[in-house]
């Protein structure tokens, strides 16, 4: 504990001293969440490096994102505390194969869940998250088809609340995918009480038995107004913490995956350590950049997305 604490401490001063921002997603470890100066999912990180002032951009998430943050930030030095933090949604949708198939479709209006690389923002109309998909693909005229990319889950619950056909990249989330029902319906005869909210990436089957559906901020929302007392939280195990300290008396149950363990883990986002953070500060490595035809690209569907989510 000392030792965290300390370290704690120092990214704390090395902020101060190199007027760095902490980005931190939900996802990431309590302990660097408590560090950071602002927490939230895709939207709401999106939001903040494009409203920050700060000479440099610490990304406690994944590639995509702190990719995200520099397409929004030329000027601005955006550090990844580590760069093996990927995604299987973005490694299961190179822009080679997705430019192949768009150009199948040239009539389609293309909407890309911001879980991809700075290559297949590019080739988009539109970038959404799970907060705004909805509104998003709403914004699209009826008629327009629709390619949506790279999550099936998503794409399939967007496609069932808004009665639109879309054409869907066959993507998944390695988290989401793993849930497993058959232990979720035990959970449920355990805690009779409890209600269950669910990410959108799982598995319909999954969403099925939730009583809420929603991104990992309107999930934080949820447990907290709901007068409930009980929940059972059926996506990444790191929202958790948020839940804890915004509603202490309530009780949070991690939903199991298929593995031999209690909760489901983004073996991505738990790369972010307090010492990784740390170290990225000191260093300001490893740094990420981008060619800056691609980064102008990527940044028309980026934009309007934020536009569209006011």
């Known amino acids: 504990m000392a030792v965290a604490d300390d370290l704690a401490e120092d990214i704390k001063r090395l902020k101060r001293e190199k007027n760095a921002v902490l980005l931190a997603h939900y996802y990431v470890d309590g302990e660097v969440q408590d560090v950071a100066d602002f927490v939230g ?24 994102m702190a990719e ?19 995604c299987s ?14 150009a199948r479709h040239p009539d389609h209006y293309v909407i890309s869940y911001i879980n991809c690389s700075s290559g297949v923002k590019a080739l988009s ?19 327009r088809p ?40 035990a959970l449920k005869l355990r805690h009779p009480d409890a209600r269950v909210v669910a990410h959108p990436e799982c598995e319909p089957q999954l969403l099925a038995m939730a009583d809420f559906i929603g991104s990992t901020s ?18 990444e195990s790191g929202i958790l ?10 009780e949070f149950i991690p939903a199991p995956p298929d593995a031999n363990c209690a909760c489901n883990d983004c073996p991505f986002m738990k790369k972010n350590t307090l010492e990784a953070v740390h170290r ?8 990420i950049t981008l060619p800056e035809d691609l980064r102008v690209k990527a940044l028309r569907p980026i934009e309007r997305m934020l536009e569209l989510s006011v």
């Open 68 to 86: 995200t943050a520099k397409i929004l930030n030329p000027t601005r030095r955006v550090v990844l505390p580590d760069l093996d933090a990927g």
């Open 41 to 64: 999912d895709s939207l709401q990180l999106s939001q903040a490096a494009a409203s920050t002032t700060a000479d440099v951009i610490v990304f406690a998430g994944v590639h995509f």
């Open 218 to 235: 309107a999930l934080l929302k949820y447990t907290k107004d709901s007068p409930a007392h009980q929940f059972i939280v059926v996506t």
């Open 280 to 287: 990225s500060l000191v260093t300001l490595e490893p740094e």
């Open 125 to 143: 109309d539109c970038i959404c998250t799970s907060s705004n998909a909805e509104k998003i693909v709403r914004s699209v005229p009826e008629g």
């Open 89 to 102: 949604l973005s490694d299961g949708c190179p822009a080679d194969r997705f430019a192949a198939f768009t």
């Open 241 to 250: 913490h948020q839940m804890r300290r915004s509603s202490p008396h309530k």
């Open 146 to 185: 629709i390619i949506f990319a790279p999550d099936r889950n998503l794409g399939a619950f967007i496609a069932k609340q808004t009665g639109r056909e879309m054409l869907l990249w066959r993507g998944s989330c390695i988290v989401h995918e793993t849930f497993s029902e058959k232990k979720l319906i």
